[in-house]
């Protein structure tokens, strides 16, 4: 499979700019066909990115004999539904974040991976950036030392600035979303703890809907035991006042203390230690997903021998943020 020609199923907002043109943009990966069961949005898109083709039923473009790959962009709650069928086709798909509604879809999905032909990876693109990266290297290379703890903070306001709403408003729909703005961003967050800390020992939390506005829950609070003794805890919520939006990372350790955005601009990486107070701007590529699925073609093509992100590290996410949002008060 020299050549990996996609088909989006849901060529949406998410699509446009973040992860559809690299798509077609990456060496190796043409984009064949998108998918949107609104035919003049379908047509449109195919219009704007010339695509040669487009459906408005998803069954139609997995059989399309020319498509190899799919990129599985809808809500959430229609994902396992059309991951299973591509997989059972030999597909292989690429799929967005939140993978799943829960743990037990995703679980599913893992085991049908290992029954198809195809290979699936998942979209924790923020693991490919340059940014992210150097935080791992700092960590890894013993910058700031032992780590001790990570702390997370993302307060947004009830219209939060880093969240979309859309027409439909389907990320505060939970039947749709899973849970609302938390199931939306903290995929990206927790994902990042999974990629520096490596295997969780114990994770539990709390969800609630404190002001009423909503049927998913607008403040989150959670917290992880790593094997290696790393503690993450993490506060999430979307209804404080606008003056107090936060996006913060701050990591603790023997030596020193590194903090970072996960969403917010400047894109800015502060390292503080014994030999000073350092700070690094990074610039985010136009398609912020195109060196994730840069690897992902290559992982497809087999060029690649390791898979970016694997539904199995995409369970152990869902079964942390399961862990947090299920104790509902």
Avoid at 154 to 166: A, F, K
Avoid at 184 to 194: E, F, I, V, Y
Avoid at 241 to 258: F, P, R
Avoid at 312 to 319: F, N, P, Q, R, S
């Amino acid at each position: 499979m020299n050549n990996i020609k996609w088909g989006i199923i849901g060529c949406g907002d998410v699509t446009e700019i973040k992860s559809g043109p690299p798509l077609y943009k990456v060496p190796g990966s043409s984009l064949v066909a998108v998918m949107r069961r609104n035919g003049e949005k379908a047509a449109d898109y195919a219009r704007r990115h010339n695509v040669p083709k487009w459906y408005t039923d998803a069954d139609e473009l997995l059989d399309d004999p020319e498509i190899n790959s799919v990129f599985i962009a809808t809500p959430p709650n229609l994902h396992l539904e059309y991951a299973l069928a591509a997989l059972k086709k030999g597909l292989n798909v690429y799929l967005e974040k939140p993978v799943t509604l829960n743990a037990a879809e995703a679980q599913i999905i893992a085991q049908e991976v290992k029954r198809s032909k195809g290979k699936l990876s998942v979209a924790h693109y923020r693991r490919s950036l340059p940014m992210f990266l150097y935080v791992k290297e700092l960590i890894d290379t013993g910058a700031i030392g032992d780590i001790r703890s990570a702390q997370i903070r993302l307060w947004q306001s009830i219209q939060p600035e880093l969240g979309t709403l859309l027409e439909d408003n389907w990320r505060i729909d939970g039947k749709r979303s899973g849970g609302g703005f938390f199931h939306d961003m903290s995929p990206h967050q927790l994902d990042l703890m999974l990629f520096y800390f490596g295997e969780p020992q114990y994770y539990g939390g709390t969800s609630l809907n404190q002001a009423g506005v909503n049927q998913v829950a607008d403040h989150v609070t959670g917290h992880i035991v790593f094997k290696n003794k790393v503690v993450v805890n993490g506060s999430w919520s979307f209804n404080v006042v606008s003056q107090e939006a936060t996006d913060l990372c701050e990591i603790v350790g023997s030596k020193g203390k590194i903090s970072f955005p996960f969403f917010n601009k400047p894109h800015i990486v502060k390292l503080k230690n014994e030999t000073g107070e350092h700070i690094k701007e990074f610039k985010h590529p136009e398609h912020i997903s195109y060196f994730m699925i840069e690897q992902v073609v290559n992982y497809f093509n087999g060029t690649q021998a390791n898979n970016p992100c694997s539904i199995d590290e995409a369970v152990v996410l869902m079964d942390i943020i399961d862990a947090f949002s299920v104790q509902h008060i």
